[in-house]
C-alpha cells in the first residue's frame, strides 16, 4: 500500500487506521505498508523498516 490514508481528514483516517489494524492481526499478512506519517506506521505495526536511496537504514528501534 503505497500512502493509502494521505488524503483523507483526520477521523475518517482514525477510522480506517483502526480497521487496517484489527485485520492485520486477525490475518497476520505480510505487508508493505509506504507512508511518510511515522506515527501512522507506529500505530500499525511494531517492526519497521526504513529505506533511503533503495538501501535498509539500519536502526536500534522506533
Given amino acids: 500500500m503505497d500512502e493509502p490514508l494521505s488524503n483523507l481528514d483526520q477521523g475518517l ?4 487506521l483502526t480497521y487496517l489494524q ?5 490475518t ?3 505487508t508493505l505498508y509506504v507512508t511518510h506519517d511515522l506515527a501512522e506506521a ?9 529505506l533511503q536511496d533503495g538501501q535498509l537504514v539500519p536502526h536500534s528501534g522506533l
Fill in 13 to 16: 483516517k482514525e477510522e480506517l
Fill in 42 to 50: 507506529q500505530f500499525l505495526t511494531s517492526d519497521i523498516q526504513l
Fill in 22 to 26: 484489527d485485520y492485520l492481526n486477525v
Fill in 28 to 30: 497476520q499478512a505480510c
